[in-house]
Each structure stands twice: as structure tokens, then as C-alpha cells.
């Protein structure tokens, strides 16, 4: 018997089983969210769940005139992929993404960490903190000039930025 035939049996099977229950038990409603789930399990294939792609494990070190940078964020980019990873930095300005990403070329930027403003408070009366050891030009793609190529394995990367 071929797969996609005992798929549809299953698939059959399960549909009458659902529709004697749900005719007892559950709302037209119920019963139809109830079988997409019951479809959806069945037809789903039985992958690894491991990407074939070659991966690289990522880590590094920001400083900024050779200071650690101990509060942001590194973010990788692929233009050509669309692919995007980022990870914080430590106490130690280091930082490292252990699931790693894609091989390839990567635009690199190094963002501030996200400061919400207390509530109540209008935005004149918040001062968020500055972080002058990120200056502007590293926290966008276009002018950071930072890049990163990701090689299968492991992958260290060391970004020293400068006034």
C-alpha cells in the first residue's frame, strides 16, 4: 500500500471517527477546527527538523575604542537572504548567538538596548539613557560598515568601533 493511500485511509478514518463525536459532543464550529487540526497532523511529513542549510555558531566581542561595550545589542543581516540574528552583549562585551546562522555575508549592526519610558511620564520629562560608547553611524546598516562572514563551524568576530 503506498503512503499517500494509507494517508487518505487515516485521513478518512479519523473524519468519521471526528464526525460520530462531534455529533454528540460539539458546535459545527468545534467539530471544523477540531478536523483542520486532525488534517494537518496527518499530512504532515516526518522530518528531522534539522536544517540542511550549513550553519555557523557565532561569537564575539564589542568594544568601543577598545572598551567593552557592555550593554546593546550585535545584529547580523543578509540583504541577499533576508536572514537576521542578533544577541546581547555581556558584561564583558561579548556576545555569541550557540544555534548559530546561514553561512554567507552579513551586515553587521550594534544597537542600543530599547529603553521604554516610565509610565505617566511625557516623553520631555524622561531622559533616557545615552549611549555614547554606540555611536550613530554603528547602528544602521547603511553606515555602520561592519561585516561578517559566516563560514560553517565556529565563527569569532571582534568589532572595535571608533568616533
Not at 40 to 46: H, L
Not at 95 to 118: L, W
Amino acid at each position: 500500500m503506498k503512503s499517500s493511500d494509507r494517508n487518505f485511509l487515516l485521513t478518512s478514518e479519523l473524519s468519521s471517527c471526528v464526525h460520530r463525536y462531534c455529533q454528540i459532543r460539539y458546535t459545527p464550529l468545534n467539530c471544523i477546527l477540531l478536523m483542520t487540526v486532525l488534517s494537518a497532523i496527518t499530512t504532515t511529513g516526518c522530518g528531522s527538523g534539522v536544517s540542511e542549510t550549513p550553519r555557523g555558531d557565532i561569537s564575539g566581542k564589542v568594544t568601543f575604542q577598545e572598551t567593552p561595550v557592555t550593554d546593546g545589542t550585535v545584529n547580523f543581516f543578509s540583504g541577499k537572504t533576508g536572514i537576521a540574528a542578533g544577541a546581547k552583549l555581556d558584561s564583558e562585551g561579548t556576545f555569541s548567538i550557540p544555534d548559530g546562522i546561514e553561512i554567507g555575508t552579513y551586515t553587521i549592526t550594534i544597537t542600543p538596548p530599547y529603553v521604554e519610558e516610565p509610565p505617566g511620564l511625557s516623553p520631555a520629562e524622561s531622559k533616557p539613557k545615552e549611549f555614547k560608547e554606540i555611536p550613530e553611524k554603528y547602528r544602521s546598516g547603511e553606515t555602520s560598515g561592519l561585516t561578517a562572514e559566516v563560514k560553517s563551524g565556529a565563527n569569532h568576530f571582534e568589532f572595535d568601533m571608533v568616533k
